[in-house]
């Protein structure tokens, strides 16, 4: 009977509608049924005429919305039914541990859109959003084996007429189905932030550690010159761990989707050189363009500059330099050392710490990425002990 109600499709587009005054333009049902759905001039979504039937299941369509705009004038079909879930033997003793425990009331705020915090910094507002991070500890959830870390939420951020709108809501229809047994899990939330200055832009990101962090820019200067601090994975992540394998601090962790640490990225770019799927913007929201594997560029020293002072072989994690006895019959400008870096080529991934660390010149990566702060973020990595 479940299966035959899951298995329930779209009968007609007409059937969907969207009510304009719930509409706040995130785009999800569009991106997500754009047989169905399309964003209308007016900034807001609208139903098609018709579509293609056997797609979707109505209930499915219906849930995608944070807002509750869209309606459907058939019967929907149930919402996710855990009862088709398998029950993990001896659920019981592991609720037994947590039945009657205070829930967190940090993951319970977040859960509602009320974690966050508002700093005034010159010529822009930083606005940072925790969304949930933990599943609730609700019978279901260990009846049916279900994990404690919470799906990424989607989100949407708008500004309109001097207020922030953020709106979050879950996607995960095992874990939506669990929202209809607890009062405190709601499936979606939306919070709306007033400021009295005029904001004259708003650039946000919302990364794989369910933290959003949005810029209101008061000031067109600041606007101007802003860049944020790293790197950043989208949610074009597939998890194949390349970036993660190639990056040379160390900076990138695997989840949901991978994750950058702003601490540790030196926005070097090779993870997005080698990423395949233009998952990585770069720290002024540009998507780092990929090379070919076959045609990324590798380190290349110039020996009639290089004193064999070593700090290249030193700063290399993927040992793809050393030092070899330089050729007898060869004489140099530079000061006559016996040895000079070598590159091997097969462990170089283009990552430029050894023309970073190069005060000589002698050491370069010639590939198109090239950012003016990089040297600075080195520098601050290498200092900070890492």
């Not at 056997?54 to 058939?74: E, K, M, Q």
């Not at 802003?226 to 790197?231: E, L």
């Amino acid at each position: 009977m479940a299966d035959n109600a899951i298995q329930e499709t779209v009968k007609a587009a007409e059937e969907f509608a969207v009510i304009p005054e719930l509409c706040i333009a995130c785009d999800a049902c569009c991106q997500d049924f754009p047989e169905i759905f399309y964003m209308g001039d007016d900034q807001k979504a609208h139903a098609r005429d018709t579509h293609p039937d056997d797609l979707y299941n109505a209930r499915t369509v219906v849930d995608v919305c944070p807002t509750s705009a869209i309606t459907f004038t058939g019967e929907l079909p149930p919402a996710e039914d855990l009862a088709k879930l398998e029950e993990v033997p001896g659920w019981e003793l592991e609720w037994a541990h947590w039945r009657g425990v205070e829930q967190d009331e940090v993951e319970r705020n977040r859960r509602y859109g009320r974690d966050y915090t508002v700093e005034e910094e010159k010529g822009y507002i930083r606005v940072k959003f925790n969304f949930p991070t933990k599943v609730p500890a609700v019978r279901d959830r260990f009846r049916y084996g279900l994990a404690e870390d919470m799906p990424l939420y989607r989100s949407h951020v708008q500004m309109q007429e001097g207020s922030l709108l953020i709106a979050g809501w879950l996607t995960d229809p095992k874990i939506r189905g669990l929202c209809h047994t607890s009062q405190s899990f709601p499936s979606q939330f939306m919070t709306t932030l007033d400021f009295d200055r005029e904001v004259i832009g708003m650039t946000h990101r919302y990364d794989a550690h369910a933290v959003l962090e949005v810029i209101l820019f008061t000031d067109p200067a600041a606007q101007a010159d802003w860049q944020w601090k790293a790197h950043f994975i989208t949610d074009k992540c597939t998890a194949c761990t390349i970036c993660e394998r190639v990056c040379p601090t160390n900076a990138i962790t695997s989840g949901e989707i991978f994750y950058i640490d702003p601490d540790l990225c030196i926005n070097c770019s090779v993870c997005g050189v080698y990423c395949p799927f233009d998952a990585i913007d770069d720290s002024n929201n540009v998507t780092v363009q990929r090379i070919k594997a076959k045609k990324i560029p590798k380190a290349v020293v110039h020996e009639e500059l290089c004193t064999g002072c070593e700090f290249c072989v030193d700063v290399c994690p993927f040992e793809a330099l050393e030092m070899r006895p330089l050729e007898e019959e060869t004489t140099y400008a530079m000061p006559q050392t016996s040895t000079v870096a070598h590159v091997i080529e097969k462990n170089c991934v283009s990552c430029k710490l050894c023309e970073q660390v190069c005060i000589k010149d002698a050491v370069e990566v010639p590939r198109q990425h090239q950012f003016e702060d990089i040297g600075m973020s080195f520098m601050n990595y290498v200092t900070d002990g890492h």
